[in-house]
């Protein structure tokens, strides 16, 4: 089971690399904007539509990415201090409350608004170029998929944790270099208001 774990968490790790590259593809879309506007005083007529789309695809695709490697932003003030059971009692319950009728939402109205786009071949107004937008409002049900993927993955493990006491193994990625010595500061401070 942890295996099949893992390389859900690899796909995941995969799919938000892979879209990762867009951030090299809008700085060089960007840096051109600036230099055919500033320089050559012939500004484009795609750029600024290159720069949100890219931008919205990275967005919405480093979601799976981030749940996978634990990434999310938590308010874990009490959270942390609970035992490993209970952390994983209640990230089943926000799951299951709140994580999968959202995404589960974002699947079902980013079909149909994608759909939509599709039928109607809608293109951009915001410039001159009016570029397509159909392919661009496809990664939002594309990104609910993986989301509700890696979704499912975390609640076997919390059902897997709340089981067996510990959490499964997890596919180690990109981690904070100074996490570490965080972590060590953390304790520190904490050790200090004790006293």
């Known amino acids: 089971m942890e295996r099949v774990f893992v390389r859900i968490d690899r796909l995941s790790i995969w799919v938000g690399k892979l879209f990762a ?13 600036v230099f055919m506007r500033y320089v050559i005083g012939r500004p484009t007529t795609w750029a600024y539509d290159a720069g949100y789309m890219l931008y919205g695809a990275i967005f919405i695709m480093a979601g799976a990415y981030a749940l996978a490697t634990q990434a999310h932003v938590r308010g874990d003030v009490l959270y942390r201090l609970f035992p490993t059971r209970m952390k994983a009692s209640v ?43 159909y392919h661009f409002k496809s990664l939002i049900p594309l990104a609910a998929f993986f989301l509700i993927l890696q979704g499912l993955v ?23 270099v100074d996490l570490e010595a965080a972590k060590a500061y953390v304790g520190k401070v904490e050790t200090q208001e004790i006293r």
């Open 91 to 133: 990230d089943l319950v926000l799951y299951v409350l709140f994580f999968f009728p959202g995404i589960i939402a974002l699947l079902y109205a980013g079909y149909f608004y994608a759909e939509r786009s599709w039928i109607i071949g809608e293109r951009s107004s915001a410039s001159p170029a009016g570029p397509p937008l």
């Open 154 to 176: 975390e609640t076997a493990r919390c059902i897997f944790c709340i089981v067996k006491g510990y959490w499964p193994e997890r596919y180690d990625d990109v981690k904070e």
């Open 21 to 33: 590259w867009a951030v090299v593809i809008m700085t060089f879309a960007i840096c051109y904007e």
